[in-house]
């Protein structure tokens, strides 16, 4: 259980050190970055009840492994997209 909650701390961690680019490459203005940080806190909260409810008919360590499985590789696949290129098409 730690170490679940280990890994959302650093990807908090993470979307904070990262803001300038999440800022800078889509073009996104303040409010943007604000959406973009409420959506990566909103985004656990809303499975939490989900969570728990899903812990209650198939056990609480199966749950916890499933969702630190799917934490980490949607955690991988964020991290394998690529830098947008400064050239843009036509």
């Known amino acids: ?3 679940a909650v280990s890994m959302t701390f650093i990807d908090r961690t993470i ?3 990262a803001a300038p680019d999440i800022v800078h490459e889509p073009g996104l203005s303040t409010p943007g970055m604000q959406w973009t ?3 990566c806190l909103l985004a656990p909260a809303a499975f939490f ?6 812990a209650d008919l198939y056990g609480p360590r ?3 492994l499933a969702g630190t ?3 980490v590789v949607s955690s991988v696949l964020c991290g394998c997209v690529p830098r947008a290129s400064s ?3 036509g």
Do not use: E, Q, T
């Open 1 to 3: 259980m730690l170490l």
């Open 15 to 17: 979307v904070a050190i």
């Open 37 to 39: 940080v409420n959506a």
């Open 49 to 54: 009840a989900l969570g728990g409810r899903l």
């Open 62 to 64: 199966r749950v916890v």
């Open 69 to 71: 499985l799917v934490f």
């Open 87 to 89: 050239r843009r098409p």
